[in-house]
């Protein structure tokens, strides 16, 4: 069975992270399970559009921090995600904070970052999923930070150390119905390159497309 994807992101008017250098090295990292169909149009996540007999898994890599999602695009995917849907949001992708309730979906809201540096990633002791089996890696990162929302339930799957403090690189979720996983690293296609990252990627959408 393929799933076919909504991936989400920004080109032209995306000030850091651009979709068009991750789209491909993304797309084939999924591989043949995924029917990918990339978009800049935010309009594609209205509840007429988003739909679960259309897809099964939904990507947010949006570079849009100040744009806030039209309340029909904020509401479709609410509604898609509690409906069933999956959502994959990684590293700025988490811009859809800019809606309040899309922070809240997520679990978690973007708060700044110090320097790209290098970073050990260490996965948590959690039993799920969307990490079993994973192993930690290092590599260069934009060490963002976050302030996850308490009511959330996440399940933090992945931390960094860096200025001598573990914190949150990855968390999943269940939504209503449907399942939600934010991967903090994505900075550029090196990112998506490393071959220690990689698995972490396949294996949350995996999750989050109710296929593991």
């Keep these: 069975m393929t799933v076919k994807t909504l991936l989400l992101g920004d080109q032209a008017e995306a000030p850091y992270h651009p979709l068009g250098a991750v789209r491909e090295t993304l797309t084939a990292l999924l591989g043949t399970d995924y029917q990918v169909e990339a978009t800049e149009e935010r309009a594609r996540l209205a509840a007429d559009r988003l739909t679960l007999s259309e897809y099964g898994l939904c990507i947010s890599y949006t570079d849009s921090w100040k744009r806030v999602p039209h309340a029909r695009e904020t509401a479709g995917l609410i509604q898609y995600v509690a409906g069933g849907g999956g959502l994959l949001a990684i590293h700025n992708g988490i811009s859809l904070q800019a809606a309040p309730e899309l922070a809240q979906l997520i679990g978690g809201k973007f708060t700044g970052h110090p320097k790209y540096t290098g970073l050990e990633f260490r996965p948590t002791e959690a039993e799920h999923p969307a990490s079993s089996g994973l192993k930690g890696f290092t590599m260069d990162e934009e060490p963002y930070r976050f302030e996850l929302d308490p009511l959330a ?60």
């Excluded at 903090?184 to 999750?207: D, K, N, T, V």
């Design 153 to 212: 339930q996440i399940e933090v799957l992945l931390t960094y150390s860096h200025e001598g403090q573990d914190w949150p690189a990855a968390w999943a979720r269940n939504y209503g119905l449907g399942r939600v996983v934010f991967l903090m690293p994505g900075h550029h296609l090196p990112s998506f390159q490393h071959e220690g990252y990689q698995p972490w990627i396949a294996q949350a959408a995996r999750w989050a497309a109710g296929m593991k």
